[in-house]
């Protein structure tokens, strides 16, 4: 029976990395597909490839029932579309880029799913988020207080991929789970 494997972690955490990594070394015979999501964000702003939907746009396909699941974060909305019903009813895994606040609403909608936690250690999420120059020290620094103030996820299962080293390692685990 096909799967939704559902990726969370921080913002910086290397969820898209992993994902891309994934994407690229998932084997043709293996009956896996990666989800877009539906973002109020451009297109151009880096990051995963998702579909640009203005506010207005995300509103009419959310009211006329588009959306498998949709919800809010760091001022934008997210949405994963109904085409995930067709692809788990033709018996491929679909792996879904998701949101931590939004997984007791995403396991109501699908019981069986299974969470995917890509963790990594403050000091590294700090050095990412810096890098990656989009927030300010302040910022990051209340991101990384956010994070650690969720509480803990508990989930029969839930599992947790370490990604405090080589992106090979952690992308390798998650392919293996995947296959």
């Known amino acids: 029976?096909?799967?939704?494997?559902?990726?969370?972690?921080?913002?910086?955490?290397?969820?898209?990395?992993?994902?891309?990594?994934?994407?690229?070394?998932?084997?043709?015979?293996?009956?896996?597909?990666?989800?877009?999501?539906?973002?109020?964000?451009?297109?151009?702003?880096?990051?995963?490839?998702?579909?640009?939907?203005?506010?207005?746009?995300?509103?009419?396909?959310?009211?006329?029932?588009?959306?498998?699941?949709?919800?809010?974060?760091?001022?934008h909305q997210y949405g994963i579309g109904v085409e995930i019903h067709d692809w788990l009813k033709a018996d491929l895994n679909v792996i879904v880029n998701g949101s931590r606040a939004y997984l007791n609403e995403a396991l109501m909608a699908f019981p069986e799913m299974i969470p995917v936690l890509i963790n990594v250690s403050d000091d590294m999420l700090f050095h990412r988020l810096k890098a990656r120059g989009r927030e300010s020290v302040p910022d990051i620094k209340s991101r990384i207080q956010r994070s650690q103030s969720l509480e803990p996820i508990v989930h029969s299962n839930l599992i947790i991929i370490e990604n405090n080293s080589e992106l090979a390692t952690a992308g390798d685990a998650l392919v293996e789970l995947i296959a």
């Open 1 to 75: 029976m096909a799967k939704i494997y559902y990726v969370i972690g921080a913002s910086g955490a290397g969820k898209d990395s992993i994902m891309a990594y994934a994407r690229q070394k998932v084997s043709g015979d293996t009956p896996a597909i990666f989800c877009h999501r539906y973002i109020t964000r451009a297109a151009d702003a880096g990051g995963e490839n998702h579909i640009a939907l203005t506010d207005r746009e995300f509103e009419i396909r959310k009211n006329r029932g588009c959306f498998a699941m949709n919800w809010q974060s760091h001022g």
